[in-house]
């Protein structure tokens, strides 16, 4: 039901920009209407959608992107949360 978030994943996650990008990441989506996902989302403060939480391998968060965003967009922010990680 939420339009931004099926634009990211229609649009801007497949895109030639982004897929530079989809093996330097694990993805993981979770549906924030789902009570199993309480914890997950209490945990990282979600309060809106689409929320994109880069956690370290710790689990410690690195950065976050919410809201929509377009394919270059998201890709300069994928390259930021790298830089961070490293």
Not at 6 to 13: A, E, G, L, R
Not at 39 to 68: L, T, Y
Request: positive net charge; charged residues 25%; aromatic residues 10%.
């Amino acid at each position: 039901w939420c339009a931004p978030c099926q634009t990211n994943k229609k649009k801007v996650y497949p895109s030639a920009s982004v897929k530079a990008y989809h093996d330097k990441f694990i993805w993981v989506y979770l549906d924030t209407d789902k009570k199993e996902n309480a914890k997950v989302v209490q945990m990282f403060n979600v309060s809106s959608i689409p929320h994109i939480e880069f956690v370290s391998a710790s689990g410690k968060s690195i950065d976050k992107a919410i809201g929509g965003t377009t394919a270059s967009k998201f890709a300069k922010k994928l390259a930021q949360v790298l830089k961070k990680a490293r």
